[in-house]
């Protein structure tokens, strides 16, 4: 107390003692001293602030994160462990840049700092990830997996502001070469199943990808719509060759935009379940297929068909070109049977797979083999 009094004291404030409390009168020169904290302030500015040891404020009651910002750090460290490396980019961003997706429209900020900053975000890939890529690529580095997560903006009619939390993904180039694998380009079959590993990984079942819309920065012919329990939540495709020429990159891009609500949202629990004590049972079909139908029409149609005892179903391969009529592909659907009690007789089987044949049949594709 007696240092405090003579710290203040001798900075020319008058000082009073009341029982524990000092009361303090300000001098008029001193108009930057208006409450308490600004007097603990001088005091330790004269005492030295690295001699008060740091303290952590008292808690009152318990915290923690919330299951959605639990859920969010799981979906950062899942895509920072398939090898990509989270960036942030800022929320002001110029108003003219190539490949803005169409029909988004940037709110403007009344008093921008800069023309580089002049609206607020509409995506998280224009410009923000994009831009990242062309500083890469400038340094000599054309080989890049990113993603971000952050918030975009909409204007809205009535000049309200809609926000949106978004993750995105890129990847650009070739991956990191390994001595027990040859180094390719990324596809949209690799960014697809980021998305479908990560959805996975925080409980959701498998996304579906559709038909999408077209959108100014996708290729119109490489792109789809990606769906979580039905619902929209984003787009998955490549890099529209005039954008990537635009952002100085070279080589195919292929990137994907997703709600990130919707996928840290609470999904079903995941419970443990027994080692299968009976063997599965594993049948091939051979079909062929529109070029340009959907494959997953296939898969959706075996589940709905097979009855309880079908574990999976899967793509496993798919061929196009001579003999092969034109229009037409060659795929191989995997079927995985198993139950739960007992072995597994051929009857049973084949009766299974004969349903599935049957209904594979009504929906247009021609069975080659079993």
């Known amino acids: 107390d007696e240092a405090m009094e003579a710290t203040l004291r001798g900075l020319g404030f008058a000082v009073e003692k009341t029982g524990d409390a000092l009361a303090t009168t300000v001098p008029p020169w001193r108009g930057d001293v208006a409450r308490e904290a600004d007097l603990v302030e001088e005091v330790g500015r004269h005492y030295r602030l690295d001699r008060i040891p740091a303290t952590v404020p008292a808690a009152r009651r318990a915290e923690g994160l919330r299951p959605a910002q639990s859920r969010e750090r799981v979906a950062r460290q899942a895509l920072a462990g398939l090898g990509l490396t989270e960036v942030l980019n800022y929320a002001f961003v110029p108003e003219a840049v190539p490949g803005r997706p169409s029909g988004e429209a940037p709110p403007r900020l009344a ?10 975000r509409t995506s998280l890939v224009v410009p923000g990830l994009l831009s990242a890529l062309r500083a890469n690529a400038r340094q000599g580095r054309h080989d890049a997996r990113l993603f971000e997560v952050g918030r ?11 926000e949106e939390r978004r993750l995105a993904l890129v990847l650009c180039g070739t991956a990191e070469a390994h001595w027990s694998a040859r180094a390719g380009a990324p596809d949209f079959y690799e960014v697809a199943g980021l998305l479908e590993t990560l959805a996975a990984r925080l409980g959701h079942e498998a996304l579906e990808l559709t038909e999408a819309a077209p959108l100014g920065h996708l290729h119109p012919g490489q792109s789809a719509r990606v769906r979580l329990a039905g619902e929209a939540i984003g787009h998955v495709g490549a890099l529209h060759p005039g954008v990537a020429e635009a952002w100085e990159l070279r080589g195919p891009v292929f990137v994907a935009e997703v709600g990130l609500d919707p996928l840290v949202a609470p999904a079903e629990a995941v419970r443990a379940r027994a080692i299968p004590r009976f063997p599965s049972v594993e049948r091939d079909l051979s079909l062929l297929w529109d070029e340009g139908a959907p494959s997953a029409l296939l898969v959706e149609t075996a589940r709905g068909s097979a009855g309880p005892l079908l574990r999976e179903a899967v793509i496993t391969d798919r061929y196009q070109g001579p003999p092969v009529p034109e229009g037409k592909v060659s795929l191989k659907l995997s ?3 198993q139950d739960a009690e007992r072995t597994l007789t051929g009857d049973d089987v084949q009766a299974t797979v004969a349903r599935v044949v049957e209904a594979l049949a009504r929906s247009g594709a021609v069975i080659r083999g079993e």
């Open 111 to 120: 008093n921008p700092l800069s023309a580089e900053q002049a609206v607020l």
């Open 152 to 162: 975009v903006f909409q204007a809205e009619a009535g000049g309200d502001v809609r």
């Open 335 to 337: 079927l995985r049977f």
